[in-house]
């Protein structure tokens, strides 16, 4: 099997954990809608998109389920569950349909033990979420919702290495940006008068890039900033 991942993660991997990986990773084609992780159950695979987005959900007591964070290329779906509680207190779903690796929990975790490289990939992958979900506790507080799903389109697009077609239902982005459904209706009008997309049943189509961004809340250049320092930085993981 070829093994040439475009996923950050995985593209990190020594030269010998690369290749012990190859015989125990798959390669996998994730449809939109399917819900790869429940809430409470048991972690039992690690998911690597190369192209794909899956969403990560959390649920309140009424069943509510709100999005808590996007993954891509940029990252792993239970790299940190498998080697912790082994079990998920989120619901991953996938959001844009594409290409992506998974592993079982078992011979992840002994891969996380042999390879430095995936412990420091990992690492900076955690840092980089915990900025993140911080700055946007903060932007669901202070931003409107026309910034915030500016930010919201264009993060998404880049985390699946979207072109400006997004296979993105509205009901999705309403999940993303903790609001009702007409919220995200109404607003997404708005930047369509605009000129900045174009909404078809289940798509979304960026038309300008440039002026989503100059639209975009400060959080996705704050985010990016921190990202930025974070992979290049000297990360200190313990080698035993
Ligand atoms: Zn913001």
Redesign the pocket.
Known sequence: MDFNPRNVILSHLEPAAAMRARGKIERVTLRRGGVLQEIGEPVDWVWFPDAALICVASENVDGESVSGGMVGWNGAYGAFEACGSRVSFTRAIVQIAGPAWRMRAGHYRELFDQSPALRTAVHKHIEALMVEAR??V??AA??PVE??MC?ALLDASERSHGGPVLSLTQEALANMLGVQRPTVAVTASSLQRRGLIRTRRGVIELLDRRGLQQLC????ETIAYAEAEIVRSEAHVCEA
């Open positions: 700055q946007l903060a932007c202070i931003h910034n915030r930010r809340c400060s959080c996705r």
